[in-house]
């Protein structure tokens, strides 16, 4: 006898996501139909809501990606707890995967492999060693589209409630519990950011945040770092003003 499959519940924080949201939630709607899909909102000021209470049940939060996420999983009802990024575009064989892989006890969640919308050396380096990671640390991002056993979740209390590496902390706290899944279905992460700082600061730049937690820094200081994006470089070809010296009288 084929064992029941066990339900599950999307929920996919968001805060101003007008231009991609309608695309998303219609996506996920079409390909999961049968998932719980919850939406929440942290005070969006633009026509977010709107927009998402037309596919999804829509709740609100305070601003802050741990305490939506927290929010929405106390809201649903599923077994296995799926957390999408409003920006990703996930595989349609993912469901069927998780389900498959929530069958063996000893998996407590995992996540999808992480892909980019666009191609370069850069970011098929970044989803290459993402990836790999993932697999052998056992360190799982968001964009990854992280999904959890309701049971565990429960157990940890949720997301730690941290300014930022909420995602890679959750990871390292449930593969204490049991097993990560890598699965091969794809969660296709928008690469707009990293284009716009330039692909291979900014994948410095990501490590060296990673170091400074590992290091103990207050996360509400690096979530403001990560803000401001990563140094900006010299322009090439100007060369340094070079004050003039002042003849003495």
């Known amino acids: 006898m084929t064992p029941p499959t066990p339900p599950v ?15 998303a939630l219609g996506r996920l709607c079409r390909d999961f139909p ?7 909102d942290g005070g969006s000021t633009d026509a977010t809501v ?12 305070e601003r802050g990606r741990a305490k939506q996420m927290n929010a929405g999983a106390r809201h649903c009802s599923g077994e296995v707890l799926w957390f999408v990024h409003a920006d990703t575009e996930i595989d349609p064989a993912a469901l069927a995967q998780i389900r498959a892989a929530m069958s ?42 992280m ?3 309701r049971g565990v979740f429960d157990e940890l209390g949720g997301f730690p409630d941290l300014a930022i590496m909420e995602d890679l902390e959750m990871s390292r706290r449930l593969a204490r519990r049991g097993t990560l899944a890598v699965l091969p279905a ?13 692909v291979w600061r900014m994948i410095v730049f990501m490590q060296y945040l990673k170091l400074l937690y590992f290091a103990g820094v207050d996360p509400e200081r690096i979530r403001r770092r990560y803000a401001k994006g ?12 070079v004050p003039r010296r002042v003849p003495s009288p």
Request: net charge positive; glycine share 8%; aromatic share 4%.
């Open 230 to 241: 990563p140094p900006r470089l010299p322009r090439r070809g100007r060369k340094a003003a």
């Open 9 to 23: 519940s999307i929920i996919v924080p968001v805060l101003n996501e007008e231009r991609a949201i309608r695309t």
């Open 147 to 149: 999904f959890i056993r």
């Open 50 to 61: 709107e927009i998402a209470s037309l596919h999804a049940t829509v709740i609100h939060s």
């Open 34 to 40: 049968d998932c719980e899909l919850v939406v929440v």
């Open 104 to 145: 063996d006890p000893e998996v407590v969640g995992g996540g999808l492999t992480l892909r980019f919308d666009r191609r370069g050396p850069g970011l098929n380096y970044l989803a290459y060693t993402s990836n790999a990671r993932a697999r052998h640390l056992r360190h799982i991002f968001g964009d990854q589209a």
């Open 186 to 198: 794809t969660s296709t992460a928008s690469a707009r950011r990293l284009v716009e700082h330039g």
